[in-house]
T-cell receptor, first 108, second 112 residues
Framework: AQRVTQPEKLLSVFKGAPVELKCNYSYSGSPELFWYVQYSRQRLQLLLRHISRESIKGFTADLNKGETSFHLKKPFAQEEDSAMYYCALLTGANNLFFGTGTRLTVIP | DGGITQSPKYLFRKEGQNVTLSCEQNLNHDAMYWYRQDPGQGLRLIYYSQIVNDFQKGDIAEGYSVSREKKESFPLTVTSAQKNPTAFYLC???????????FGPGTRLLVL
């Protein structure tokens, strides 16, 4: 069965420090993975998807099929990065499975 | 902001009552989705529709119903059969079934 695991509910880092939000998945097919973000009082929005191989707002995420991971990274955290982050897996059956989310707080 | 809207922002339901949550999009997207979010849990798929007049059950469809009579609208009815309706409901849409989903602002449903 497919599953998305975000082991950290809460993550706090100091401004300027590196940040890594962990995401592991379980899926027998070819995974398509996303990171969604929700800033305070804003709607859930796409941050990046692995097939784009982009860097958005300084964030990157690499799909590691061997470790079944899709961790989100940024070398230098900013205060405006404080938000709720969700990792999501899209299956061939058109289902988007979400992790339980990680709340990132960047301490000034 | 805009593109996909949900109303109302807050909705109260009495015991035994059916309530309908609205979701409208002007993005010309074919696919639309309803998710439920509970504290400490990720979003769970209730129903989705890939095209007008067609919809499929998601993981937690029991106690819910939907319709897709128009491309831009995908209302969700929470029926009295849903025993634990208190949650935050999110609607989303995408160009196609494998495309990026765009989310509405959500509706919080509370039971009186």
């Amino acid at each position: 069965a497919q599953r998305v695991t975000q082991p950290e509910k809460l993550l706090s880092v100091f401004k300027g420090a590196p940040v890594e939000l962990k995401c592991n998945y379980s899926y027998s097919g070819s995974p398509e993975l996303f990171w969604y973000v929700q800033y305070s009082r804003q709607r859930l929005q796409l941050l990046l998807r692995h097939i784009s191989r982009e860097s958005i707002k300084g964030f990157t995420a690499d799909l590691n099929k061997g470790e079944t991971s899709f961790h989100l990274k940024k070398p230098f955290a900013q205060e405006e990065d404080s938000a709720m982050y969700y990792c999501a897996l899209l299956t061939g059956a058109n289902n988007l499975f979400f992790g339980t989310g990680t709340r990132l707080t960047v301490i000034p | 902001d805009g593109g996909i809207t949900q109303s109302p922002k807050y909705l109260f339901r009495k015991e035994g009552q059916n309530v309908t949550l609205s979701c409208e999009q002007n993005l010309n997207h074919d696919a639309m989705y309803w998710y439920r979010q509970d504290p400490g849990q990720g979003l769970r798929l209730i129903y989705y529709s890939q095209i007008v007049n067609d919809f499929q059950k998601g993981d937690i469809a029991e106690g819910y119903s939907v319709s897709r009579e128009k491309k831009e609208s995908f209302p969700l009815t929470v029926t009295s059969a849903q025993k634990n309706p208190t949650a935050f409901y999110l609607c989303a849409s995408s160009m196609g079934s494998l495309e990026t989903q765009y989310f509405g602002p959500g509706t919080r449903l509370l039971v009186l």
